[in-house]
């Protein structure tokens, strides 16, 4: 099955800098990369996706990069704010037999200090 | 957009009794629903997949017996935790795709609910 790996676990930034968490996964037939923030408590919150006929996507301070040849794919937020610090998971969707199941990555804590 | 609601929202119970958690899509037709479990400071893990009217299929290591799964409509799915104890702690979140079409659907996730058997 499906593995997805996240890292880093934790990421302590300062507010206005950039933040990167990366994730790897290991079933090519995967095809659809979702980002979620969570808060908690709550349900996860989908901020950005890239499916895999793209390589790159963006919605104002946040962007996704995929690199299928690698299997992986990354979550960048400029310009950091406080209210970004949550937690933030990657997941990894296949098709086929597969499709809808969601393999989520361990996970990484933003914290964004004022 | 599309809803999805889950009720209750949490529960405490006593260890040994059973839980019944439910999953309704609110505007559309759920024809599959997927349900997740997240442990504390843990990621979400798949556990089960619903079809309306057929039976449940469950991931590795997820008994079948203990987390019963029933989806007899189109707008409601079902998940009772069977003898809970206080391991079978956690928040449980249903999900469900709208727009069966790979490049173009969308995931809804219910709003979870939290367990804690005490």
């Known amino acids: 099955g499906e593995n997805v790996e996240q890292h880093p676990s934790t990421l302590s930034v300062q507010e206005g800098d950039s933040a990167v968490i990366k994730c790897t996964y290991s079933d090519s037939a995967s095809n659809y990369f979702p980002w979620y923030k969570q808060e908690l408590g709550k349900r996860p919150q989908l901020i950005i996706d890239i499916r895999s006929n793209v390589g790159e996507k963006k919605d104002q301070r946040i962007a996704v990069t995929l690199n299928k040849t690698a299997k992986h794919f990354s979550l960048h937020i400029t310009e950091t704010q406080p209210e970004d610090s949550a937690v933030y998971f990657c997941a990894a969707r296949a098709g086929g037999t597969s499709y809808g199941k969601l393999t989520f990555g361990q996970g990484t804590i933003l914290t964004v200090h004022p | 957009g599309a809803v999805v609601s889950q009720h209750p929202s949490w529960v405490i119970c006593k260890s040994g009794t059973s839980v019944k958690i439910e999953c309704r899509s609110l505007d559309f037709q759920a024809t599959t629903m997927f349900w997740y479990r997240q442990f504390p400071k843990q990621s979400l893990m798949l556990m089960a997949t619903s079809n309306e009217g057929s039976k449940a299929t469950y991931e590795q290591g997820v008994e079948k017996d203990k987390f019963l799964i029933n989806h007899a409509s189109l707008t409601l799915s079902t998940l009772t935790v069977t003898s809970a104890h206080p391991e079978d702690s956690s928040f449980y979140i249903c999900?469900?795709?709208?727009?069966?079409?790979?490049?173009?659907?969308?995931?809804?996730f219910g709003p979870g609910t939290r367990l804690t058997v005490l």
């Open positions: 999900s469900t795709i709208v727009g069966w079409r790979e490049f173009t659907d969308t995931q809804y």
